[in-house]
């Protein structure tokens, strides 16, 4: 790829990988991180952050895993002291949710997913991702304060109408390209339905934390894979809700397994190192030359 692209910025790019340390990198971790660093390069800003809010799953085995990893790769930020793990700032996203709450464009939700599935029905409209959309069982009438069961721990829910009406419609965004230019784009936010920005079982919601996040830190282009870039309207949204500036976009292709699906924990794809080095033989270098060139082509 060019060592620059059109519009890049005098200082170079903020960019940060942000896995979610739930077992060791994978080859699709290490080429999403390879991709931000190739991104900041030379004059911009790497990051790395830990979004480790589900605390069952996010042991310290694995955290120190995922930092080991990074480390043998070459692939941790300077210094390696600046890396945020996001369960250390529940304080910072609390805020954020009491901002939206005063505002009224957060809402409780006491629905199960039985109580949300038998409230679609057979038909119920679907998300761009496949899953039920939200069918709007404990959104407040127009006017009207949110009710609360008293004794409930509820989940708290983005109203997506009235956010759009206070917007004046969908945010865009500028999305990286092929030929290394950006392209506006936008997408339909209802069709996402009211989302969920706090859960009852697990806590804070991924879209909440890392728009919060990425301004805090910075981050001026957000990459990621392309499994991802249908939700980017979806943090468009709550980026100017709250006012922050809007960072760009680049999606890049995923890497896939050998059964077609995409490189994921729960599919138990091997660890990169297991992979790559201890099977295959494979020098760091060779394994950084290797994903660079799937993902940049």
């Known amino acids: ?18 896995p979610s340390p739930t077992g060791r990198l994978h080859k699709g971790h290490v080429a999403s991180a390879l991709h931000a660093r190739t991104l900041a390069a030379p004059h911009g800003r790497y990051l790395v952050r830990l979004e480790d809010i589900d605390q069952a799953r996010c042991t310290e ?19 390696p002291t ?10 910072d996203y609390d805020a954020v949710l009491d901002t939206l709450r005063e505002r009224r464009l957060i809402y409780p939700c006491l629905c199960s997913r039985a109580d949300i599935s038998h409230a679609a029905g057979t038909a119920g409209a679907r998300a761009p991702d496949g899953s039920l959309r939200y069918p709007g069982t404990c959104r407040p009438q127009s006017g009207c304060p949110p009710i609360m069961t008293k ?3 509820p989940a708290w829910r983005l109203d997506m109408h009235k956010a759009l009406e206070t917007l004046g419609g969908n945010p865009t965004w500028l999305e990286l390209t092929g030929d290394n230019t950006f392209q506006k784009r936008t997408a339909d936010a209802a069709s996402w339905g009211d989302v969920v920005l706090a859960r009852r079982d697990a806590g804070l919601s991924y879209h909440l934390c890392v728009t919060h996040d990425d301004w805090l830190q910075g981050v001026t282009l957000v990459t990621r894979g392309q499994d991802l870039e249908p939700l980017t309207v979806i943090h468009r949204v709550l980026q100017e809700l709250m006012g922050w500036p809007a960072p760009r976009y680049a999606h890049h292709p995923l890497i896939m397994g050998a059964d077609g699906h995409k490189l994921s924990k729960s599919r138990n794809s091997p660890a990169v190192r297991e992979d790559f080095y201890f099977e295959k033989g494979l020098s760091k270098q060779e394994i950084h030359n290797m994903l660079n060139n799937i993902i940049l082509g």
């Open 151 to 153: 004794g409930h721990q």
């Open 82 to 91: 600046s890396i945020r793990r996001q369960s250390r700032h529940k304080t």
């Open 1 to 18: 790829m060019p060592s620059a692209m059109k519009s890049d910025p005098p200082s170079g790019w903020v960019t940060r990988f942000a």
């Open 61 to 79: 085995e694995n955290v120190q895993g995922v930092l080991d990893d990074l480390a043998w790769l070459g692939l941790l930020p300077e210094p």
